[in-house]
């Protein structure tokens, strides 16, 4: 069923501090300033201008209450209208996903979400420890890790080709990341490093190893959306918001589906088929031109691809190894190094979409894709298999 | 020879006796080993607060060996490079005890590059080749003008910035008539530009001229931002500081009667699961309602205790206790587990004993998993280990 | 604007000071069945609720992604979530923004808290603060109140007297609400004797701990038939961000409360609201913000709160029927009780409480501390 959008909203300004792990010259309402100094830029905007902000992020990991209260000194909401939506890791997406919804509304005009994370400050596995059911799970859990994804697809494509795939997955997204001034991490990986990192990093849970893992960043996002009318009048390159699906899932963490009898549809899975049939998408890999995806590890980034493309069997497996997913191939993925290379985490979500969005204004910087980016799709992910789905188009052409 | 850092290899190892911290290795009494790829072995031993370092092939009793290319050992001693990202891209590996090599950083003084003086003509050159750097366009709007630089002596030479629209450009040549011509010995241009010597003086003194727009010469300073000599810092770094503090406020969590009733089982050495009665699901731990089918499950079953094993994960990495900073001893094994009645997805998590991981053989459905049964505790207390771990049914 | 958005259906729990004998889940359970039973919604992804929406707070629960625990109890379950992070009643505008956007036509909304879980609720609060300043300096949410009671009690002339008078009424009014917190009757003497929190602030001037969870469902113009037939509109909503640091806010402004209100009002094409209001619900955490908030929505004339109460005002503006949050609601949950009285007292429901001829109400919530963040709602009768 096609949904009918009150009006259209566009992403008109994009600013974002360094990632990094350590930014201990700022303090939170600082930090959160610089990126919010930098959006109001690229919008060529004051903060006059905003009508509403809308704030979020896991606030158990700076123990601090209602953040957005203090960080009213850096976001500049004084005298605004303010929400403040937290969901988590996907919190970053959701942000972005509330301010569609508030300008698309015609309740206000210009909306800037903010997403952010000071992760130094807190104590990050206490943090996600403290995710699960005080009562039972707490004890068990291991700070999401786990080496399940890996260990299904050993299963089913054999435990060399897994292997390397996700290694290869891992080594694009370095590659990617090398590229990004912006990135955190970027360790300049080659390919001849592949076999000994897959051996030798230092395993964490099953076959998830070090190397494979996503980093734990400080540092904030922050997007400036506006309704079509103004985004007009600020920018010549608006990005178009089409669509977006939010798909939640139950805590317990049954989630791989080890019996065949009893298949689960991953929430990614379900989310895409939702959103592209509801677009009149039939075929994800040719539309998009690029596809920012959360991805927390290698494993899942590898697996999650046939989920969120609509693939089957070992489809994905060959992208990969292809090197379709490059930059310069046929669905760059991740053009930015994705969440492995920068993980801010309130604000890892928001940074798909801004990645998303950079890529078809064709003003991403050194990992811009050569080729013109006229439909993006990026994704959010948290909790216990959360996930957001974000659709961005050059044009209104839908 | 490792010249990327301008550092050779040896250096850090035969500074390392000066380097030494006996304070930083109070206790140790341990050899050390470094195997640096195409350069060859050192030995660092360590007992009584005394250090050697040798470089030998056999690293056969040393605690920790770590291994990396010249590049990447020179980069991490003097800080240039990530010491974790390095480690974390496997261009740094660790053989051993890697807490124990860990220690080593308290017992050296970090390495510092021998400070290298540089002569007249060098800074000069580098003055020059950095003046584009220090320009600041916002001093220069509207500006469009030439500056002469004519720095004599045989360290000296000629140089011309025409600054215009608001950029600014170099020539190393001095063109027609600048705006403004600067005169001066090159010796004294040093001084001037590190300052150790005013303008004033030099100018009064008949050591410096000034030949044209003399307000244009008054602006350079804001025109061109100050030079400094490289590896000089302009102004002492801001003092950062930082707040540590544990915070934590007692909670007391309620069990709710669902969760409660699953507790309490387990204090009688019975596992209960609850049932959904649309879609027959059982859920262990029981939860209040059938997510997918939205509606309160209220009969209850006893299941297992014994099952069989569909997934495990072998936990190398343990996340250390918020509060406590405990870890749990590594590896561990968690584990889902189809206990007996249960079907299909319903699988029921907990720990594996740790001695028999290796032999835990996985169910899938063209295969038969370990058949486990649960190690109960001695006092029970209606808590999750009630059950100490699963164990192979044998 | 005139586009107006439905609340079909509300449910409740009793507030009670220490829900001990259920997790939020259960809390959120008998929540949820009420609403499914009383609109007959399904979860169908073309015509039911395709999106939830939820407030808790991490803090307060003690959990990392507080709303995590709660997925299945909602019907979340392969349905989007998101969590509202400050007073609950900033939820019913972000669910009228879903609505009016297009991409939802019908929401529901869950929340929930337990103040009593905490071992101190001002620990908590505290954690509302910067670590480096304010914190250390023991700031929290009740005395931050206690320097706008005093600045605002100066400016508009209440006394004790005055704060004994809310503090008897409100538990008057809240006897006649079977869900409110059962607290007893007080007399004006017991108030006045109460001993001293924090300087103005008795304990009986300050609302007590509680637990509670509460639903509704929201739905577009177009469809509200379906699920009810006495549906209430939301009519105007807006909301406020004041500066964080004490010294920098006039505190007895009321600047976010009146921007709040004003856009409220604007939205909703009112004028005149002392004429164009029958009922109020203030969110008091405090006895002194009843008359406060008062002259914020612009019921009252600047610096005439004590006047308007000893000429009767609160009970002639049919103000905080319920008991208002001075009797006891959930620190994240203040305002979403002022909301849901306001649509029981529009429905014609509100019993023994119930005040006559309501055709338009207002909901006030406040988040933060001496209300940095202030949110207005305009409800409108449905059914004439």
């Known amino acids: 069923m096609e949904k009918k959008r009150n009006r259209n909203v566009a992403i008109v300004g994009i600013g974002e501090t360094k990632y990094s792990s350590h930014r201990e010259d700022v303090n939170q309402p600082e930090m959160v300033h610089e990126a919010v100094q930098d959006a109001l830029k690229d919008a060529g905007l004051s903060i006059n201008d905003i009508d509403c902000t809308v704030h979020g992020n896991m606030e158990l990991f700076e123990m601090i209450h209602q953040p957005d209260l203090w960080h009213t000194l850096g976001t500049g909401t004084y005298g605004k209208s303010a929400y403040r939506l937290t969901t988590g890791g996907t919190t970053g997406s959701t942000v972005v996903c509330a301010a569609d919804n508030l300008v698309a509304s015609g309740m206000y005009d210009i909306v800037m979400c903010i997403g952010f994370e000071k992760l130094q400050e807190g104590h990050t596995t206490g943090g996600i420890t403290n995710m699960a059911d005080p009562l039972w799970f707490r004890k068990l859990q291991t700070g999401a890790l786990t080496g399940s994804a890996g260990y299904m697809m050993m299963e089913e494509f054999g435990e060399e080709r897994a292997k390397r795939a996700a290694m290869t997955y891992r080594i694009i997204m370095d590659k990617h990341a090398c590229l990004n001034p912006n990135s955190h991490r970027a360790f300049g990986l080659e390919w001849d490093q592949l076999e000994d990192l897959m051996e030798n990093s230092p395993r964490l849970v099953g076959e998830l190893r070090l190397i494979h893992m996503c980093s734990q960043s400080d540092g904030a996002c922050v997007m400036i959306l506006a309704s079509e009318e103004r985004a007009r009048e600020i920018t010549d390159k608006p990005v178009w918001i089409r669509d977006h699906i939010t798909v939640h899932r139950e805590e317990s963490l049954n989630v791989f589906g080890n019996d065949e009898k009893h298949p689960v549809k991953m929430t990614h899975r379900f989310a895409a088929e939702q959103l592209f049939e509801r677009n009149g998408i039939t075929d994800p890999v040719e539309y998009f031109d690029v596809f920012e995806m959360y991805d927390p590890s290698a494993w899942w980034g590898l697996d999650w691809m046939r989920e969120f493309l609509l693939l089957e069997g070992d489809e994905h497996l060959k992208l990969v190894e292809n090197k379709e997913i490059m930059i310069g191939g046929k669905l760059p993925i991740n053009p930015s190094g994705g969440v492995i290379a920068a993980n801010p985490i309130g604000a890892t979500a928001s940074v798909r979409v801004a990645e998303a969005a950079k890529q078809i204004r064709g003003n991403a910087g050194p990992h811009q894709i050569p080729t013109p980016v006229n439909h993006a799709l990026a994704s959010g992910f948290g909790g216990t298999f959360w996930t957001v789905l974000f659709m961005l188009e050059k044009e209104l052409s839908w | 020879m490792s010249e990327e850092f301008g550092i050779k290899v040896e250096e850090i190892f035969d500074t390392m006796e000066e380097r030494f911290r006996p304070e930083g290795a109070e206790g140790v009494d341990a050899s050390f080993g470094y195997d640096i790829t195409g350069r060859g072995k050192w030995k660092l031993t360590v007992k009584d607060g005394k250090m050697k370092i040798e470089k030998t092939d056999d690293l056969s009793d040393c605690r920790a060996i770590s291994i990396s290319d010249p590049d990447t050992f020179v980069g991490i001693n003097i800080g240039k490079v990530d010491g974790m990202q390095a480690f974390n891209s496997g261009k740094f590996k660790v053989d051993g005890d890697l807490g124990a090599l860990g220690q080593t950083a308290k017992m050296f003084k970090r390495f510092q590059p021998p400070k290298k003086e540089m002569t007249t003509k060098e800074i000069i050159q580098d003055m020059f080749g950095t003046l584009l750097s220090r320009f600041q366009p916002k001093n220069a709007e509207g500006l469009d003008v030439t500056i002469g630089y004519d720095i004599s002596g045989e360290d000296g030479g000629q140089w011309m910035a025409t600054i215009k629209d608001g950029t600014c450009t170099l020539k190393e040549s001095i063109d027609g008539t600048p705006t403004v011509t600067l005169e001066v010995q090159a010796d004294d241009w040093v001084e001037l530009m590190l300052g150790r010597v005013e303008a004033m003086t030099l100018l009064s003194a008949g050591k410096a001229a000034i030949v044209g727009d003399t307000q244009l010469a008054l602006k350079l300073t804001e025109i061109f931002g100050k030079y400094q000599l490289p590896g000089e810092k302009a102004e002492p770094e801001q003092e950062l500081i930082a707040l540590k503090k544990t915070i934590s406020v007692g909670q007391h969590f309620a069990t709710g009667p669902v969760m409660g009733k699953f507790l309490k089982g387990l204090k009688d050495k019975k596992i209960l699961a609850n049932i959904c009665p649309k879609c027959g699901r059982k859920q262990v731990p029981p939860r209040e309602i059938c997510a997918p089918c939205r509606v309160r499950c209220e009969e209850w079953v006893e299941v297992g205790p014994k099952g069989e094993i569909r997934l495990l994960d072998t936990v190398y990495y343990a996340s250390p206790d918020p509060l406590t900073g405990e870890t749990r001893e590594t590896p561990y094994g968690t584990a889902w587990i189809l206990l007996d009645g249960c079907e299909g997805n319903d699988v029921f998590s907990h720990f594996i004993r740790p001695d028999q991981i290796d032999r835990i053989v996985i169910g899938r459905n063209d295969r038969k998993g370990s058949r486990l049964r649960p190690v109960w505790a001695e006092k029970r207390t209606g808590g999750v280990f009630d059950i100490k771990y699963f164990e192979i049914d044998e | ?384």
């Open chain 3, 1 to 384: 604007m005139g586009r107006r958005v439905a609340i079909c259906a509300v449910s409740q729990i009793k507030n009670e000071p220490d829900i001990w004998h259920q997790r939020f889940q259960g809390m959120l359970l008998d929540c949820f069945e009420p609403i499914i039973e009383q609109t007959g919604v399904t979860f169908d992804m073309e015509k039911g609720i395709r999106d939830v929406l939820t407030c808790s707070d991490d803090v307060f629960d003690a959990r990392t992604i507080s709303d995590n625990g709660m997925q299945d109890v909602v019907g979340a379950h392969y349905r989007g979530e998101e969590k509202m992070a400050q007073d609950a009643i900033n939820g019913l505008g972000y669910a009228m923004a879903c609505i009016l956007s297009g991409h939802d036509d019908v929401v529901l909304y869950l929340a929930h808290c337990k103040e009593s879980q905490t071992e101190s609720r001002r620990m908590n609060t505290n954690l509302g603060y910067d670590p480096f300043y304010c914190r250390p300096v023991g700031l929290d949410f009740i005395n931050a109140c206690a320097f706008q009671a005093r600045e605002y009690m100066e400016k508009s002339g209440i006394t004790e007297e005055h704060l004994a008078e809310i503090v008897v009424r409100s538990r008057k009014n809240a006897a006649k609400n079977p869900y409110a917190r059962e607290n007893g009757k007080v007399s004006k003497k017991d108030v006045m004797k109460s001993p001293m929190l924090c300087d103005p602030i008795r304990e009986l001037h300050h609302y007590p701990v509680t637990d509670w969870a509460a639903g509704m469902l929201l739905c577009s113009e177009e469809r509200a038939h379906e699920f009810t037939d006495n549906p209430v509109w939301i009519t105007g909503f807006g909301n406020c961000m004041d500066s964080y640091f004490l010294g920098d806010r006039d505190l007895t402004s009321n600047f976010a409360l009146k921007k709040a209100a004003e856009q409220a009002y604007a939205m909703a094409g009112i004028k005149d609201p002392r004429k164009e209001i029958d009922l109020f619900e203030l969110n008091d955490a405090s006895a002194y913000q009843l008359p406060m908030w008062a002259e914020g929505v612009g019921l009252v004339d600047e610096g005439q709160g004590g006047a308007w109460i000893d000429a009767g005002g609160m009970d002639a503006s049919n103000v905080n029927l319920s008991g208002g949050m001075l009797n006891g609601n959930p620190v994240m949950l203040g305002g979403l009780a002022r909301a849901v009285e306001a649509v029981i007292q529009l429905r014609g429901e509100a019993g023994k409480r119930q005040a006559k001829g309501v055709k338009r109400a207002l909901a006030h919530g406040t988040t933060g501390g001496a209300g940095q963040h202030h949110a207005v709602v305009i409800l409108e009768k449905g059914v004439q």
